[in-house]
C-alpha cells in the first residue's frame, strides 16, 4: 500500500542539470528521514544525500557542492536537485524513507523501483 516513485531520471550530457523526484504515498503516518542512494553497474549501492524532518541535511563527499536535497514535508515528497553532473553520477537513482504506518507500531525503510540518470562525457 504504501510506494514510492521516482521520477526525473534521463539521458543527459556532463556539465548539466537534472531535478529527481520522490513521492511517497499510501496510508502513512509519519516520515523520519528521507534519502536518495545510488548503484552504478558492478557496484554497491551507496547514499548519495539524507534530510530529516527538519531539514537536517547529509551529503556522500563525491557530490558535496553539486547536489541538493530537500523535502516538502506537506506532500511527503523528497527532491535532488543535482548540477554539474559528471559521467560518474551515472547509476540508478533510489528513492528511501523512513516511516510509519497508519495502525502500525514501528519505524520502516522503504525504497523506491529507481530511476535511471545517464551522464555522457
Known amino acids: 500500500q504504501v510506494q514510492l516513485v521516482e521520477s526525473g531520471g534521463g539521458l543527459v550530457q556532463a556539465g548539466v542539470s537534472l531535478t529527481l523526484s520522490c513521492i511517497a504515498s499510501?496510508?502513512?503516518?509519519?516520515?523520519?528521514?528521507m534519502g536518495w542512494y545510488r548503484q552504478a553497474p558492478g557496484k554497491q549501492r551507496e547514499l548519495v544525500a539524507t534530510?530529516?524532518?527538519?531539514?537536517?541535511?547529509n551529503y556522500v563527499d563525491s557530490v558535496k557542492g553539486r547536489f541538493t536535497i530537500s523535502r516538502e514535508n506537506a506532500k511527503n515528497t523528497v527532491s535532488l536537485q543535482m548540477s554539474s553532473l559528471k559521467p560518474e553520477d551515472t547509476a540508478v537513482y533510489y528513492c528511501?524513507?523512513?516511516?510509519?504506518?497508519?495502525?502500525?507500531?514501528?519505524?520502516?525503510?522503504?525504497w523506491g523501483q529507481g530511476t535511471q540518470v545517464t551522464v555522457s562525457s
Open positions: 528511501n524513507a523512513q516511516l510509519k504506518r497508519i495502525g502500525v507500531v514501528g519505524w520502516r525503510d522503504y
Open positions: 534530510i530529516t524532518f527538519i531539514g537536517t541535511t
Open positions: 499510501g496510508p502513512i503516518s509519519d516520515v523520519n528521514i
